[in-house]
T-cell receptor, first 114, second 114 residues
């Protein structure tokens, strides 16, 4: 079984500030981890994924995430927030044994202040 | 458009009616997943299908909900005798079904039950 916990349902940052969105996972076997972004009235889009090749994963729009097995974490960061980053972000986990079925966290809404 | 196509985008039904939600997966994908999103909540897994087979329906309510993915045509999520609590956004995703494959989402169907 697997689960994901996103700490903080709402995060607010100023434009140009560091973005840090937290995700912790629980898995009985080595997981695959994903971050998705959802803009209003749209489906989810993949930001980045961890599949064991490298612990630091770079994604689209300047986002990156680091897999830390010892902390069971996969936090999402971006050095400098842009107004267009305002959206909802979801962390997800899947296992090699369940062929793509993913379990999602409850999401974090990112607000960017001018 | 080779992405995941869902229709309709918006669906209004009165209590007791039936709702049919359609999903055409991304070209080359044979694995389809349905998720439900309630306001202020994350995505909850409902069902995972391959062509003509239900692989995992552990998230489906026991009554009134059914899903299919026929050999020809789109996947269908069917809700019989809808109630107000069924109002939600329903998202379909598809993948290649391999471990580590990300999900590709449609833009969702927003069901409103009046």
């Amino acid at each position: 079984a697997q689960s994901v916990t996103q700490l903080g349902s709402h995060v607010s940052v100023s434009e140009g500030a560091l973005v840090l969105l937290r995700c912790n996972y629980s898995s009985s076997v080595p997981p695959y981890l994903f971050w998705y972004v959802q803009y209003p009235n749209q489906g989810l889009q993949l930001l980045l994924k961890y599949t064991s090749a490298a612990t630091l994963v770079k994604g689209i729009n300047g986002f990156e995430a680091e897999f830390k097995k010892s902390e069971t974490s996969f936090h999402l960061t971006k050095p400098s927030a842009h107004m267009s980053d305002a959206a909802e972000y979801f962390c997800a986990v899947s296992l090699n044994t369940n062929a793509g079925k993913s379990t999602f966290g409850d999401g974090t809404t990112l607000t960017v202040k001018p | 458009n080779a992405g995941v196509m869902q229709n309709p985008r918006h669906l209004v039904r009165r209590r007791g009616q039936e709702a049919r939600l359609r999903c055409s997966p991304m070209k080359g994908h044979s694995h389809v997943y349905w998720y439900r999103q309630l306001p202020e909540e994350g995505l909850k897994f409902m069902v995972y299908l391959q062509k003509e087979n239900i692989i995992d329906e552990s998230g489906m309510p026991k009554e009134r909900f059914s899903a299919e993915f026929p050999k020809e045509g789109p996947s269908i999520l069917r809700i019989q005798q809808v109630v107000r609590g069924d109002s939600a956004a329903y998202f379909c995703a598809s993948s290649r079904g391999q471990g580590g494959s990300p999900l590709h989402f449609g833009n969702g169907t927003r069901l409103t039950v009046t």
